[in-house]
């Protein structure tokens, strides 16, 4: 799936960096495990879980309450949960500051890290951000697409990013080869799609900030704008919720399992995984 996937970083795929896109776990075509098939002993070695943020703590628009009860018991049983969103700095930073026990996250796609009461620490060089939203939008309306900037761009950074609008997967697609023309990167979730002028990575800006070895990391995403955690070889368990299998074509790497339930539900059933793993009772 090498040629379809990687239209979507409209360019160099996360998958040159040496690593095989489909992961340790899974077979050429067969795909992610499912992740009821992880073995006590890798959940229990978990000491931190990244996790991306919208669909995937989420359920619909809002935060799931039970997920952050979830984190709660992951803190209390000895495990650091960091969010890698996509979202401003200012949102994570938001969401570092009251998710219980989270005390930093990455934003913007790994682009910025966030502690809170610290100024935000860039992991990749500053953009001219007008200039990058204009060219944006001339590829954008070659493309015949009117994109709308994001509500919450003034607490961005670095990033530029606009409204998904729900378009579709093989419309983006599109819309990366063309923005690629003009040295530019592509990437979406399910609410936003980013420009950028180097190749988004979360996983890269994660291995840079986390301070524990990629082996003692779980991650877990959604969407494209995630397979930068998924990339095989960087950590020791890398989780899609459900919703990573209809992305699979645009996925420039997909994750070593899935779980079985979409959303924010595929994040507890990760969780009630290391919590069982570590020998503490699931979140309530
Ligand atoms: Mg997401």
Known sequence: ????TAACY??????EH???????AGGPDR????????????AAAVRLVATDVDGTLTHGSGLDPQVVAAIAALVDAGVEVMPVSGRPSGEVLGLARYLPGVRRGIAENGMV??????PPRLLVPAVDRAALRELAQQVARAAGLALAVTADDPFRVVDVAFEREHRDDEVLAALARAAATQGLFVTWSSVHVH??????????????AAGVPGEAIATIGDAPND???FVAGRF???????DVLRQRAFMPAMPAYVTAAAESAGFLELARAILAARGHAPAA
């Open 1 to 4: 799936m090498v040629g379809a």
């Open 236 to 242: 020791g368990v890398t989780v899609g919720t459900a």
């Open 18 to 24: 040496g690593t095989d896109e489909r992961g340790p």
């Open 10 to 15: 409209a360019g160099r795929a996360v998958h």
């Open 113 to 118: 890290e966030v502690v809170p009461d610290q």
């Open 195 to 208: 420009f950028t002028r180097q190749q988004p990575d979360k996983g890269a800006a994660l291995l840079r």
């Open 227 to 229: 397979a930068g955690l």
């Open 31 to 42: 795909g992610p495990l499912p992740l009821r098939s992880l073995e006590p002993a890798a």
